[in-house]
């Protein structure tokens, strides 16, 4: 068992050292302050809908949260299709090419531009849309963390309510809500009930 | 009878302990919580270990799948309304199970591992095996990687697949999408208050933006989410029983499941870790594998003829915890609040001990994968006033 003797173990835990230094409260102060969070996109299974808007331009015109990943498109004939796992593949090993050589609009300055007035590529679209994290994991940072990517994909949407209801039905809510119908105030009266400092080990098992 | 061995050390101060944010290093009655040795491990029972909890992971899984293909919640004691939560946290990988402590008997000395149970909801101890436990070697002199003690390292790894889903922790910072990670506990237990802490520590040293909050100033919406002062929060730990919940807030039990079918926020460790945690799932893995290596005898009748011990589906802390001899009188038993549950009925087994018969039961956390483990000591039954004694790895 390899981690068992693994030499100066805390040395390469940053976290663990600090806390062995300062104590957990002196490191929740530092982290507080420290704490910062990327804006990336998360890889969670989408329903898609994918629509040419002109021949060969493609914007996202739905998407939901789904059990396992689906995309649909619909032509410019009206007519719809499933795409299968083999195309899905096949369009975005194409577009992992662009994007490593840089000619693929998702990671362009330009993009965002480009993805608003004409629309994108399929490839790009695919990419561009909640399923994109999932298909195109293996891309890994050289897509998500590029800055253009995010301009580029939310222009990628048909309209922008596409874009915000999509967000929103995937858990994230901009600001705060002001609705009434939140309840709290749980476990007020049953949690000081005889504790001190002292250990309570109750959950333990 | 196996035997266990000890490494004499000097406990570290309470004043460390204390800066440290370790609280509870005396027990109620004025002793040290943490003891003065330390238990000598072979590394062979330390990787012994470490397959005995991936392997009683695999089957507590399997079981899981059983329970709810067979509808079973009511015979391992769900509350009703906690199923539907039970159910909806089971069938999608969101819901990753951050961690949980196995219990165990034997492992040392050639005694065959047996899992007593498993704390997969709410476990505690974490502060001491994780942190304190190391400190002792390093404050004693002793070789620092001599210890199975990864629990740390593998919880800040784990916590990064709440957001990759699957075993590589690489994509962690581009998937990442800022969603906010709140931490709870019940206000009064320096304990459960600390413990929760850490764990927050830790998911903010993985990336996460992360925030802490006492469970009364925690707002429920079943349509917008989870809030604390107005901010909404996507993720949330609560160190609280999932049927303390049912029982004590069912309102909360409500909102929680129309929250979480709204796709509004996670809750951690995810409902479904409360099937592992009734002890009726003990009786299930036997009937699933029975005669298994790391498993005790356990029906939900008397084992006729054996002395075995009973205990309540939902007991904590040893409490309601009865020994019955083979013609089943109680031999000896403890008190408590968990005498309502229905009650299954486990093999006795006898526990390794010291040369002063204190007995000695290892405490092994799971974290995706088996990453550490720390011992209780104590006497027939361990319960509220054992000990925490760390171990050592010779040979």
């Not at chain 2, 590394?43 to 709810?68: C, Q, R, T, W």
């Not at chain 2, 704390?119 to 095996?129: G, H, K, Q, R």
């Not at chain 2, 799971?366 to 054992?386: K, L, P, T």
Request: net charge negative; proline share 3%; aromatic share 12%.
């Amino acid at each position: 068992m390899s981690y068992l003797k693994k030499v100066g173990r805390y040395g390469g835990s940053v976290g663990l050292g600090a806390l062995l230094a300062v104590g957990l409260a002196g490191c929740q102060q530092r982290s507080d302050e420290g704490a910062t969070a990327s804006s990336v996109q998360r890889a969670q299974p989408a329903f898609v809908v994918i629509e040419e808007v002109a021949k060969g331009r493609y914007k996202i015109a739905e998407e939901f949260p789904a059990k396992e990943t689906r995309i649909v498109l619909k032509k410019l004939d009206g007519t719809e299709k499933v795409m299968t796992k083999e195309e899905l593949d096949y369009l975005i090993k194409k577009e992992a090419a662009k994007i490593e050589d840089g000619t693929s609009n998702l990671v362009k300055p330009e993009g965002a531009q480009v993805a608003s007035q004409g629309g994108m590529g399929i490839g790009e679209a695919i990419l561009a849309s909640a399923a994109g994290a999932v298909l195109g994991s293996w891309i890994g940072s050289k897509l998500f963390g590029n800055p253009n990517y995010q301009s580029a994909r939310k222009a990628t949407y048909k309209n922008p309510s596409t874009y915000s209801r999509s967000v929103n039905s995937f858990g994230k809510k901009g600001a705060s809500s002001t609705s009434s119908s939140k309840r709290g105030g749980f476990y007020r009266s049953s949690g000081s009930g005889g504790r001190s400092s002292a250990r309570s080990g109750f959950y333990g098992g | 009878m196996s035997m266990v061995e000890l490494l004499k050390i000097t406990p570290p101060d309470s004043a460390y302990l204390e800066k440290l944010g370790f609280l509870w290093h005396t027990d109620s009655d004025g002793t040290p919580y943490l003891t003065d040795t330390l238990v000598k491990v072979t590394e062979s029972e330390a990787e012994a270990f470490y397959e005995a909890g991936n392997e009683l992971y695999d089957m507590f899984v399997e079981a899981g799948e059983y329970v709810i293909e067979n509808n079973l919640f009511h015979e391992i004691g769900i509350p009703f309304n906690l199923v539907d939560m039970v159910r909806e946290s089971w069938e999608n990988d969101v819901h990753w199970h951050i961690y949980g402590r196995f219990d165990l008997a034997g492992g040392i000395d050639g005694e065959p591992i047996k899992l007593l149970e498993f704390n997969a909801d709410t476990p505690t101890a974490l502060f001491e095996s994780s942190i304190v436990q190391w400190a002792a070697l390093r404050n004693n002199g002793l070789d620092e990687s001599a210890q199975f003690n990864m629990i740390y390292e593998k919880l800040e790894e784990n916590f990064k697949r709440l957001v990759t889903l699957e075993e590589s922790v690489e994509n962690f910072d581009s998937l990442y999408e800022g969603w906010k990670f709140l931490f709870s506990s019940v206000r009064g237990s320096a304990e459960e208050e600390n413990t929760v802490k850490l764990l927050e520590y830790i998911a903010s040293n993985a990336g996460f933006d992360t925030e802490f909050a006492f469970v009364d100033e925690v707002e429920f919406d079943p349509a917008e989410g989870i809030f604390h002062d107005d901010e909404n929060f996507e993720l949330w730990f609560k160190l609280i029983p999932w049927e303390s919940i049912a029982l004590d807030e069912p309102d909360l039990a409500m909102l929680l499941t129309s929250i979480v079918k709204n796709h509004k926020a996670i809750v951690f460790n995810p409902a479904y870790t409360l099937m592992f945690q009734s002890k009726a799932m003990l009786k299930i893995l036997w009937d699933l594998y029975p005669g298994h290596p790391l498993l005790l005898e356990t029906s939900f009748d008397r084992l006729d003829g054996k002395k075995c011990v009973s205990k309540p589906l939902f007991g904590r802390e040893g409490g309601n915890v009865d020994i019955l001899d083979a013609n089943g009188e109680r031999i000896v038993g403890n008190g408590g609040e968990y005498g309502e549950y229905p009650r299954i009925y486990q093999e006795y087994v006898e526990l390794p001990r010291d040369m002063q018969g204190h007995k000695y039961q290892a405490g092994l956390f799971f974290a995706y994968e088996s990453c550490g483990i720390g011992f209780r000591r104590g006497g027939e039954i361990m319960d509220n006033m054992s000990k925490f004694c760390g171990h050592i790895i010779e040979g």
